[in-house]
């Protein structure tokens, strides 16, 4: 979780006002400090509006990154069942070819084309 932490300035006093005897004025302190905190709130508002928006942005890609790891598995088992169809498809046809001295008819080579994509 994101933490925002406010400066230091916001956590100072405002400067307080004081008039010719060197006393502060009370009322300019409270208007002082209620200006202060009210910008404070402002601020950890907006920290925490952006820190649920970010919060929200990682949950969403997260759950990009599951989903396409996820697909990617797939597409890697499906790959693996298509090479190993590959394989046992071409050691028949070498055994064909072997027993048969390479005399496929274009109608052979083509059914068992189809037949290999039928299955995939």
Same mark, same amino acid.
């Given at each position: &979780?994101?933490?925002? /932490?406010?400066?230091?300035? =916001?956590?100072? $006093?405002?400067? !307080?006002?004081? =008039?010719?005897?060197?006393?502060?004025?009370? !009322?300019?302190?409270? !208007?002082?400090? +209620? #200006?202060?905190?009210?910008?404070?709130?402002? =601020?950890?508002?907006?920290? %925490? =509006? #952006?820190? $649920?928006?970010?919060?929200?942005?990682?949950?969403?890609?997260?759950?990009? &990154?599951? +989903? @396409? +790891? *996820?697909?990617? $598995?797939?597409?890697?088992?499906?790959?693996?069942?298509?090479?190993?169809?590959?394989? &046992?498809?071409?050691?028949? %046809?070498? &055994?064909?070819?072997? @027993?048969?001295?390479?005399?496929?008819?274009?109608?052979?080579? *083509? #059914? !068992? /084309? #189809?037949? @290999?994509?039928?299955?995939?």
């Amino acid at each position: &979780m994101i933490v925002l /932490r406010p400066s230091d300035n =916001h956590f100072r $006093k405002p400067p !307080v006002a004081t =008039h010719g005897s060197g006393a502060p004025r009370a !009322v300019n302190r409270c !208007v002082g400090d +209620e #200006a202060t905190a009210e910008i404070m709130e402002r =601020h950890w508002f907006a920290a %925490l =509006h #952006a820190a $649920k928006t970010a919060q929200a942005e990682c949950e969403a890609l997260l759950g990009a &990154m599951r +989903e @396409s +790891e *996820n697909a990617w $598995k797939q597409a890697l088992a499906r790959a693996v069942e298509l090479e190993t169809l590959r394989d &046992m498809l071409g050691e028949q %046809l070498a &055994m064909l070819d072997g @027993s048969r001295g390479n005399n496929f008819t274009r109608g052979e080579l *083509n #059914a !068992v /084309r #189809a037949a @290999s994509i039928s299955e995939a």
